[in-house]
């Protein structure tokens, strides 16, 4: 920086670089002090005309301001205004929706197509959240995206799940005194070989008649696989409802499924309820069904 200044009469600063770069000390714009002046008017504006100053920490307390507006009202507005559109555009297809089956909605491509598309915002609010985005499943949740069904995939048992929900159950084979801890051991060996293919190896002989023995069949079925969705797994797939690791079968062959001892869930036992929908959804009738036709179209819909 130069002490010297060669240009005394200029207005700079006195500071200088490379012997000709000054730092001027010339004033703002009148526009720009004009804006600047005007931004403050601005401020006592809106603080007059619009709610602004929170007067407590409570939800509602504020200035009102002059124009009486408010966000929320005017959000509320504007969703009428779409609400209404809605309501007179698809008026037909909802009426269709309400007045036919599931079956028959089923066979009509474009009623179809309109209820799976209008029901992802659903399935997002009341389903995701166990069942995870595309039916995905969450862990410890049922996948909607496969084909393994626990009560049946097809759309009309799908609504039927969705009307009055579902209790998981088995019992609990340990805690009841039904198996020894060698048997449950046994069992649980045959049950993992039953998914991979091998339940009639000489290696899981004792499992096999263990399995025959608790009963299992009555709801698995003799080689595993249940003769009709009624709640019961599918043992020679490799779809897991909680999990394939094998101490994990093997506690739920211990505690069961959804077992109670005086009015409590037993310590162990794995919980596996949906709830009912029919009162939990808005326009229950119309959207059960829509969420039907969505969940049957996800990929595993029998």
């Not at 698995?220 to 409802?241: I, Y």
């Not at 009015?263 to 929908?277: K, L, Q, V």
Request: aromatic share 10%; with cysteine.
């Amino acid at each position: 920086m130069a002490h010297h200044n060669p240009w005394p009469d200029e207005g700079n600063t006195g500071h200088i670089w490379d012997e000709d770069i000054r730092e001027l000390d010339n004033p703002p714009p009148l526009w720009w002090m004009l804006s600047f002046y005007a931004g403050f008017i601005m401020i006592v504006f809106y603080t007059l005309y619009y709610p602004t100053i929170p007067l407590t920490d409570e939800m509602g307390e504020y200035t009102q301001g002059m124009a009486g507006w408010t966000a929320v009202e005017e959000y509320n507005e504007d969703y009428k205004i779409l609400r209404d559109w809605r309501v007179a555009k698809f008026a037909d297809k909802e009426e269709k929706l309400a007045s036919m089956t599931v079956a028959d909605i089923m066979k009509d491509p474009e009623l179809k197509s309109y209820a799976v598309a209008t029901s992802k915002v659903l399935f997002g609010d009341y389903c995701a959240g166990c069942h995870a985005a595309g039916g995905a499943g969450n862990p410890g949740f049922p996948v909607l995206a496969d084909d393994d069904w626990l009560w049946g995939g097809k759309v009309n048992q799908i609504e039927a799940t969705l009307i009055n929900g579902r209790i998981g159950n088995m019992p609990a084979k340990g805690m009841m005194g039904n198996l020894s801890d060698q048997e449950i051991e046994d069992v649980t060996d045959y049950v993992v070989a039953l998914s991979e293919g091998k339940g009639g190896d000489a290696a899981v002989a004792a499992g096999k008649a263990v399995f025959a023995k608790g009963m299992c069949l009555a709801c698995h079925g003799p080689a595993g696989k249940p003769l009709a969705p009624a709640g019961a797994a599918n043992l020679t797939d490799q779809v897991w409802r909680f999990s394939s690791d094998r101490d994990a079968i093997k506690k739920v062959i211990t505690y069961g499924v959804n077992v109670k001892k005086n009015g409590e869930y037993i310590e162990g036992t794995r919980n596996a309820i949906m709830p009912a929908f029919n009162e939990r959804l808005p326009n229950a009738d119309v959207n059960i069904k829509r969420l039907a036709v969505y969940v049957h179209s996800l990929g595993g819909g029998q």
